[in-house]
């Protein structure tokens, strides 16, 4: 049962281009979402989040943005550099005391000089 | 600020033997949760710590999995014995406020063979 999914595996896109990374979720007891963005040997880091109480969420290059009528989230990249390749990932935290982070299977994010 | 420290990086074993892994958390923060990444997956939650008590291990294989968190702040996993299924990245994240984005260590790379 995924809760959190993420269909595309991978996205190129070139340099000061706009990189959308997309999330769909089935579970409506999330009540905020986060993305993490992980590099090769490291954990994930913390990236930016969104109340299910709102539908947009901008901090610098980076913007999320949220449907809840269709469930859908995305992440907003621009410009992109070539420091933003990684893998990203789309989470959601369940309402409720447990406050359970559950992932989607990431995107790999390669941008282009 | 220190951030998550785990121990080891990584890990060889063969199957059927005995492995443990050692997280320190950040200092202070009272949820401490373990992951496991599989390649090409998504972070999946094993188990979940407020303070010293369990708030979530429904997706632990208690049958070879165990965890516990000393004092309310470190905490081993242990998997006894190993299949090779187990191969996977065993990430330890804490955080202050169950509803923010929890911080993520390195993670401990295992391999059984």
């Known amino acids: 049962d995924q809760q959190v999914k993420q269909n595309s595996p991978s996205l190129s896109v070139q340099e000061g281009r706009i990189s959308i990374l997309n999330c769909d979720y089935t579970n409506s007891m999330f009540d905020y979402f986060l993305w993490y963005k992980k590099y090769p040997a490291e954990g994930p880091t913390f990236l930016i989040s969104i109340s299910s109480i709102k539908d947009k969420n901008e901090d610098g290059r980076f913007t999320v943005f949220l449907n809840k009528s269709a469930k859908h989230l995305s992440l907003h990249i621009v410009p992109s550099q070539p420091g933003d390749s990684a893998v990203y990932f789309c989470a959601g935290i369940s309402s409720g005391s447990a406050r359970q982070l559950t992932f989607g299977s990431g995107t790999q994010l390669t941008v282009l000089p | 600020e220190a951030g998550v420290a785990q121990s080891p990086r990584y890990k060889i074993i063969e199957k059927r033997q005995s492995v443990a892994f050692w997280c320190n958390p950040i200092s202070g923060h009272a949820t401490l949760y373990w992951y496991q990444q599989i390649l090409g997956q998504g972070p999946k939650l094993l188990i979940q710590?407020?303070?010293?008590?369990?708030?979530?291990d429904s997706q632990l294989p208690k049958d070879r999995f165990s965890a516990e968190r000393l004092k309310g702040v470190d905490s081993t996993l242990k998997i006894q014995p190993a299949k090779l299924e187990d191969s996977a990245v065993y990430l330890c994240a804490s955080s202050l406020d169950p509803a923010a984005g929890p911080f993520f260590g390195q993670g401990t790379r295992l391999t059984v063979v």
């Open positions: 710590f407020q303070n010293n008590g369990v708030v979530d």
